[in-house]
């Protein structure tokens, strides 16, 4: 029950839209269904093993393209919802390739149980010695020997088919582990170009942020210096008195004239009463 086709189909089965990679596996089951009780001739069989290896090849390339896909991820939820469809999509297609191995098997139990079935009704045939007394005619002989050539023919058909049958699984295990060799070369190959497609976006990636910092840089230097013109151009319409440089001049030769005792007057007017001058400040 465990290898059944129809197990693994409820398992692979989604709620929502088939994707290609379930259609694949829905007719991969299919195959494995008709191979688990074929016991037809040989070049039926073969074309059920090369049905299978080409849905075999869909789904790892509907793997592939999954794998992909969590590579190119942008975000994190992006990327762990690929990578659980991957997860997922791995474990079905082991469960398919056991559910193969698991048809295989029951193929062979069924057609040893044929010719099994075969031998024995060959030997009951051959057993001719209880059963002589109960021929009676010639016709009777002549039908026996008819049934135990009929037996024979087709014991013989069964052993000429069965080592076509190995002929031809050995014929699909080469071309099993050459379409295995070519799928490791693509991949191989594939997976080198993603490493190189990789580090091309991390260094556009870097570029993207240097030159967005660049930028930011440059708008903060022409607004500082778009602000100190402004201001050295505001300075025109400020008196000179009002001015910082000239206010601070102001205050320190003040304090300067309150320090000293010789000093008179109430601090904002010298000895003769007079506005002290206030220095003139060189403007830009």
């Not at 099994?116 to 002549?142: C, F, I, S, V, Y």
């Not at 840089?217 to 319409?237: D, E, H, N, S, T």
């Amino acid at each position: 029950v465990f290898f059944s086709g129809r197990s693994y189909r409820t398992m692979a089965t989604p709620s929502t839209s088939p994707t290609p990679f379930t259609r694949a596996l829905e007719d991969a089951y299919r195959i494995v269904d008709a191979y688990r009780t074929h016991v037809g001739p040989v070049a039926e069989l073969t074309a059920l093993q090369r049905q299978f290896e080409r849905t075999c090849s869909l789904l790892r390339a509907s793997l592939r393209r999954t794998e992909v896909a969590v590579d190119e991820s942008e975000t994190e939820e992006e990327s762990q919802t690929h990578v659980t469809t991957l997860s997922q999509q791995r474990t079905q297609y082991e469960h398919l390739q056991q559910a193969y191995k698991a048809a295989a098997v029951s193929r062979k139990s069924l057609q040893k149980q044929l010719i099994e079935e075969a031998r024995k009704e060959l030997l009951d045939a051959g057993n001719t010695a209880e059963k002589r007394k109960q021929w009676r005619t010639e016709a009777d002989l002549m039908a026996a020997s008819k049934g135990v050539t009929e037996s024979l023919t087709r014991t013989k058909r069964m052993l000429a088919q069965e080592l076509e049958q190995s002929g031809a699984q050995l014929a699909a295990i080469e071309l099993s582990q050459e379409q295995l060799s070519k799928t490791n070369k693509e991949y191989d190959e594939h997976h080198g170009k993603l490493k190189t497609a990789q580090g091309l976006i991390r260094v556009v990636d870097w570029q993207n942020q240097s030159e967005r910092y660049l930028l930011w840089a440059g708008i903060w230097l022409f607004a500082a210096c778009a602000a100190w013109v402004v201001q050295k151009r505001c300075m025109y319409f400020v008196p000179e008195s009002l001015r910082p440089m000239a206010m601070l001049r102001y205050a320190y030769s003040t304090l300067k004239r309150s320090e000293d005792p010789g000093a008179g007057g109430d601090g904002l007017h010298g000895d003769g009463g007079e506005e002290p001058s206030v220095p003139a400040h060189d403007d830009l």
